[in-house]
């Protein structure tokens, strides 16, 4: 059992550190204030004194500068003249002198006056003046490092603890996350209900000659619960649980990384049968001999060693390692191997389906008005992940709280949904009425082209009110989880992409920097088109994307041109044709319907945001939208 620093050990430094003090404060009040010798008389009233024969001894004190202190004891009390010019009766006296030579000592001799001279200080005592501050810093810094050791987990125990593992070491009957908790990924559960199995019950599978996987290696994007399926692992199999981030390895000094992965995996035997949980795992094992040196740096020495110990795995050690990144593009493929990590499962957004068992699973617990529908919000929410999800009830349930309800609504789903999509309103901004009919047009022009556009998004929402970072904004909701998009649909996001920059134009005879990030996502979608989904006709079914890049340079730096200057000039003509074509379309459908245009923005001025019925009334175009009606 392990003390917690209140005993004697833990004592020791605080009571060396007092007793320093004041053996340091002792002798400085030594140095620094004389020893008692009685009031301070002038040289002149000392002269009197020795002259009239009232002085019986002197004991004089030499000082560290050459100067003398001179206590004498009197025959009987008398009056002393001290240093202040005032008067004082007593038996003894001092006085002080810049000097004191063998003269003096003869001269109070042949007057009877017993004379004894002390040494200056020195020894044992000038050295503890002269280092007295560094023991007193020295006693301080063992203090205080003593202190924080002690409190770091119950794992460092002295100043040399960074090479010590920070995996956080949760207890079997501390996991309390199982599977119940986990929708949306069925498959990758039934993968790991198995690695679970080989836990619990490994003689199964070793009896056939099965051995225990010594790696599972969680890949998906964020959010999606690769931390979550972790936990529900160690929380099924009621074993230990070390949960540690990739950075955590890495330290600026050498050698470091490569340490705490020794003593993680040490940790993890003793503990065996347990999890090892490594997130982010691609801090640490991105392929190696990528830097701009290529030299053997601290991270590759650190991923060196995590192979190693992956390597020295037995089926006896009854350890798995769970890892989990959305970059398995940039990770080492030693890493990769079977042998280190035996299964990769691929844990994506959840369709809709998933969406609906994973909102069960977040409203379980929150009171929910007989008008919400999960199945509802499950169609309305496509590319969800489950932190998304997660979020979108946590901000029905507080916009439920400020308003006062003890029930969450639909509205409150809706309006939580918007702000998830769009971003927060911000009304409080002042915006002119020029800037507001600009914004309106511009608005209406991505409404009115995506309405008139063949494979476009459904419209659900436009709002003038500035949400987030956009002075105004246009939101699209899809029917279905598209997992392929083909060059129609391409196209239609392009064109209704460049429908407000059009729009401006037709109608102030001028644009605005409000395009910029439209532009921006028609040039994206442009440019891949042509370089690596092969819909060029004049350039073919040929990635130019580039696959070779440099993991350490960043996407901007990366890119390694396989192709000539003329293809690199054909696919700029390429881009540049497709996105000339698709706003042709736009500037067409708004010339052509250029009285909706007005009618759609004067009430996008006047009510500032429309929904999608509203949208139909005024263009006489109904959309296909989300029936309000659970399958």
């Known amino acids: 059992m392990q003390g917690n620093g209140a005993g004697p050990q833990g004592n020791l430094p605080r009571i060396l550190l007092f007793l320093m ?25 000392y002269r009197s004194l020795v002259d009239s024969g009232a002085v019986s001894e002197i004991d004089v004190q030499t000082l560290e500068d050459k100067s003398v202190i001179l206590k004498g004891r009197l025959t009987a009390p008398a009056k002393l003249q001290l240093t202040d010019k005032t008067t004082v009766e007593s038996d003894r006296f001092s006085v002080r002198l810049p000097a004191f030579g063998v003269e003096q000592v003869d001269m109070l001799a042949d007057k009877g006056i017993r004379v004894q001279v002390e040494e200056g200080r020195g020894g044992i005592y000038t050295f503890l003046v002269l280092f007295a501050p560094w023991l007193i810093f020295g006693a301080i810094y063992f203090f205080f490092i003593r202190r924080m050791n002690s409190q770091n987990a119950g794992q460092a125990k002295n100043i040399f603890s960074f090479s010590k593992s920070r995996a956080k070491l949760v207890s079997e009957f501390d996991v309390k996350t199982t599977f119940k908790d986990v929708a949306g990924v069925d498959e990758a559960v039934e993968e790991l209900q198995e690695t679970v199995e080989f836990l619990t019950n490994p003689e199964k599978f070793q009896k056939i000659g099965g051995k225990i996987p010594k790696g599972v290696l969680l890949l998906g994007p964020p959010g999606t619960g690769k931390t979550l399926l972790a936990k529900a692992i160690a929380g099924e199999a009621k074993v230990p649980f070390f949960s540690i981030s990739g950075a955590d390895f890495v330290e600026m000094f050498v050698g470091v990384g490569a340490a705490r992965v020794r003593d993680l995996f040490e940790q993890a035997k003793k503990n065996s049968p347990c999890i090892v949980f490594i997130d982010e795992i691609d801090a640490v094992g991105r392929s190696r001999g990528a830097g701009l040196g290529g030299g053997h740096d601290e991270r590759e020495q650190t991923l060196n060693q995590l192979l ?23 990770l080492d493929t030693a890493l990769l191997r079977p042998g280190r990590f035996d299964r990769q499962i691929t844990i994506d957004k959840p369709d809709i389906r998933g969406r609906k068992a994973i909102l069960g699973i977040h409203t379980k617990n929150t009171p929910l ?72 047009y511009h608005e209406a022009g991505h409404v009115l082209v995506a309405l008139h556009t063949k494979g476009s998004d459904p419209i659900h929402k436009v709002t003038i009110i500035p949400r987030g970072r956009s002075l105004g904004l246009t939101a699209y909701l899809p029917l279905e989880d598209r997992y392929t998009q083909n060059r129609e649909y391409l196209e239609a996001m392009i064109t209704y992409a460049l429908g407000g920059r059009v729009a401006e134009e037709i109608i102030f005879q001028e644009t605005s920097t409000g395009a910029a990030n439209d532009i921006e996502k028609a040039t994206e979608i442009a440019r891949k088109m042509v370089r690596q989904w092969g819909m060029s006709d004049k350039l073919g079914p040929i990635n130019y994307g580039g696959s070779h890049k440099e993991v350490f340079l960043g996407k901007d730096y990366s890119h390694v041109r396989e192709y000539s200057e003329e293809t690199a000039l054909q696919i700029d003509v390429e881009v540049r044709s497709i996105i000339v074509r698709c706003m042709e379309n736009a500037e067409r459908t708004l010339r052509e319907n250029t009285e909706m245009l007005h009618r759609l923005a004067g009430r996008l001025i006047e009510k500032e945001s429309l929904g999608a019925e509203e949208i139909g009334e005024i263009t006489g175009i109904h959309q296909e939208m989300l029936k309000m009606t659970a399958e």
Request: proline share 6%.
């Open 369 to 440: 008005d007989p008008d919400v529908d999960i199945s509802i919000i499950a169609k309305s929410t496509p590319g969800f992940s489950g932190a998304d999800l997660a979020n979108l009830v946590n901000e029905s349930a507080l916009l439920a709280a400020r308003l006062g309800q003890e029930l969450i609504t639909a509205e409150d789903f809706e309006q939580a949904r918007d702000k998830v999509l769009m971003g927060p309103e911000r009304r409080s901004m002042y915006i002119s009425d020029e800037q507001k009919k600009l914004t309106a």
């Open 21 to 45: 003090i004041g053996i340091v404060m002792l002798f400085v009040i030594q140095r620094f204030s004389p020893a008692p010798g009685g009031p301070e008389i002038i040289y002149n009233s």
């Open 308 to 330: 190693v110990e992956m390597d020295g795995f037995t089926t006896s050690d009854n350890v798995i390692l769970i890892a989990a990144t959305n970059r398995p593009d940039v």
